[in-house]
Structures are given as structure tokens and as C-alpha cells.
């Protein structure tokens, strides 16, 4: 958990939803092309490899080339860097191969890196293992329970976990976005297990996306589900499912919000938050979902973790995007250049 007691001034909402990046200036382009190969599923590749992404890069000298995943990656390219968001035990062991022959090409991320975080029984371990000494907030995950046997099983298992209404269920699997809120012990029999249920923790109706791309970090403000008070316990009964919560249309960054519920997260609190997870994940493009308790300024919860989010949808994602592919390759020759002299 990420402890701590006072938010100084650097802990002040910043006009907009935006976080200044952690060390990232922007990285001017290089002599040579710089050639990116992308293995992305049709939708992906279209939300991602929007136009505006495609001239930036044009103009800073990115190229980005699609790789045939019906052919071996090694007759492919050459490339720089790869990046990628496919599942499946094929394409890992395809992937992991090409990085053994080929070590002088970035990958984004390693798969095996990225298997934390498309399981939710694991997605959030090493949130809850995080114990820094700081100042501007707390961290913690809601309180949740993996549940992998028959639904009539599952009021006795919560109650022997300590869990309290209402319970958030969503699916082991992070590829669905759909997840159900139960009001009552009868309808958690109704819920088709294998499952992740969660303690719901009211937060005023808005959670923060937090994007990372490298050391950048970009924060939106999204709706999300309302608080639950003792009323709506007594009076709903049932599952309520909700198909996607934080779409890009549930923006909440132009609505007339309770400054103490749109108050963005510390910034020093997140620049922590995200060098500590890139570091334990051994990922570089990731989002974290976050809440603040309602009724706190300083208590959060981080409630789910997407590896290479929805990065169209963040305000000037080209621009990060771009500058990060261009530090990777600037490191490398760096890399290579040590290498070399110090063989010499």
C-alpha cells in the first residue's frame, strides 16, 4: 500500500486532466527511420493508428510497417521495435523467439510481462504489495475475492471472506469490460463464476484513467457508477449488469463536477504510483482505473489495470506516443555505442 498522511501544494487539481510528464521532453527526430512493426487485431489498429498518429510520425521519421502473423517474424522488417497485443501460447512462443535471435529489437511489451494483467485474480498483486513511505495519499485495492466454483456456492464464500455489499463482479478474463453489481446474498447465485468479485467503494461517480507510455503519464476523468447509500441496498434486489463503463463518451472532463470528487490524484503520488508498477510489471504501456473514496481527499483504490489501453482516447496521444518510440530508439544506439567502445 502507498501510505502516507498530507498532500502539499504539488497535490492541488491542475486545471485540466492532464499530467505533466514525469522526465520526458520531446525527442527530436532521427537521421535514419525509424521502422515500427505493429501486430494488432483490425479494431485495435484502427483506433490507435489514427491519421493524426500516422502524419506525426511521418514527420518525425516513424514508420510504421503491419507484420503478416502468418509469417515468421524474422523474414519480416528488419525492425526497430515491435509492438503488439495479441494473446494466445502461439504468438508468445513466436515472440519470445524472435527476441532471443533478434535482442537488438525493442519489444512492447514482453509477454510474458503483459500475462499479469490480463488475469484478474492477479491484475492488482503488486498494487497491494506496494508499502512506499510518502505523503501525498494512500493506495490500496478494494477488498475482492476470486471465485471459481458453483454460483450457489459463492453467498458462503463471501461471507467466510468478509466481504460486504454491494459486490462489483467481473470477469477473470480482462478482455470483457462487462461487469455486474449485486445488491443482495440471494442474486450472487445468479453470477457465472469464474469470476472476481470486489468490495464497491463509493467515489462520487468519477473515476481517473491513468495512462502510462513510458515515464509520461496522462490522466482523464471518466463517469463511472453512482454511490450506493443504505437506501439502495433495501430497495434493489438483484444483478445489474453494465456493459462498459468508462467508453470514450462517459468523458467527465467538460461536466459541472464537485471539485472534491474531480480533483485530480497528486501528481507525485502518481509518478510514484506508476515508476513502481512499471518497474514490478516490467511493462511500459499500461492504464490504471483509480477511484478516491468519497467523503477523502487523499484515499484511492486502484480497481483494474489495462495493458495497451484505449491510447486514441487520450488529449494529444500522438504527441506522447511518438516522443516515447523516439527515446527507445535513442537509448538503443546509446546501448549499442557502449557495447561497442567497450569491446574496443
Not at 522488417?77 to 524472435?98: A, N, S
Request: glycine share 8%; aromatic share 8%; hydrophobic share 40%.
Amino acid at each position: 500500500m502507498v501510505s502516507g498522511g498530507c498532500v502539499g501544494a504539488e497535490g492541488n487539481a491542475e486545471p485540466e486532466a492532464m499530467v505533466s510528464d514525469e522526465a520526458v521532453t520531446s525527442a527530436p527526430a532521427p537521421a535514419r527511420e525509424l521502422v515500427v512493426g505493429y501486430a494488432l487485431t483490425s479494431k485495435k489498429a484502427k483506433s490507435f493508428l489514427q491519421p493524426k498518429l500516422r502524419g506525426l510520425a511521418r514527420k518525425k521519421g516513424i514508420q510504421f510497417v503491419a507484420i503478416d502473423q502468418k509469417l515468421p517474424l524474422s523474414d519480416q522488417g528488419p525492425f526497430d521495435i515491435v509492438l503488439h497485443k495479441l494473446t494466445g501460447k502461439e504468438w508468445q512462443r513466436r515472440l519470445e523467439e524472435y527476441r532471443e535471435t533478434h535482442p537488438e529489437v525493442t519489444v512492447l511489451d514482453p509477454p510474458g510481462a503483459i500475462e499479469h494483467l490480463l488475469n484478474r485474480q492477479s491484475m492488482l498483486q503488486e498494487v497491494s504489495k506496494l508499502d512506499l513511505a510518502d505523503c501525498h495519499g494512500k493506495v490500496g485495492v478494494p477488498k475482492q475475492l476470486f471465485v471459481n466454483t458453483d454460483p450457489s456456492s459463492i453467498p458462503a464464500a463471501v461471507l467466510r471472506a468478509g466481504l460486504s455489499l454491494p459486490l462489483v463482479a467481473k470477469p477473470l478474463v480482462a478482455k470483457s469490460h462487462e461487469l455486474s453489481l449485486a445488491y443482495d446474498q440471494s442474486s450472487l447465485t445468479k453470477l457465472e463464476p469464474p469470476l472476481v468479485l470486489q468490495e464497491f467503494v463509493n467515489h462520487g461517480g468519477v473515476l481517473f484513467k491513468v495512462y502510462i507510455v513510458g515515464d509520461a503519464i496522462r490522466v482523464v476523468r471518466r463517469f463511472s457508477l453512482p454511490n450506493v447509500d443504505a437506501g439502495d441496498l433495501s430497495n434493489n434486489a438483484g444483478v445489474f449488469r453494465f456493459p462498459r463503463v468508462s467508453c470514450a463518451a462517459a468523458t467527465a472532463e467538460d461536466a459541472d463536477l464537485d471539485p472534491h470528487v474531480a480533483e485530480l490524484p497528486p501528481r507525485p503520488l502518481l509518478e510514484i504510483l506508476a515508476r513502481e508498477l512499471r518497474r514490478r510489471l516490467g511493462l511500459r504501456l499500461f492504464n490504471i482505473d483509480m477511484i478516491r473514496e468519497h467523503g477523502t481527499r487523499d484515499r484511492f483504490y486502484v480497481i483494474d489495470m489495462n495493458y495497451f489501453p484505449g491510447y486514441g482516447k487520450m488529449p494529444g496521444y500522438e504527441h506522447v506516443f511518438t516522443d516515447f518510440l523516439l527515446s527507445l530508439d535513442q537509448k538503443e544506439y546509446k546501448r549499442r555505442l557502449g557495447y561497442t567502445s567497450g569491446e574496443g
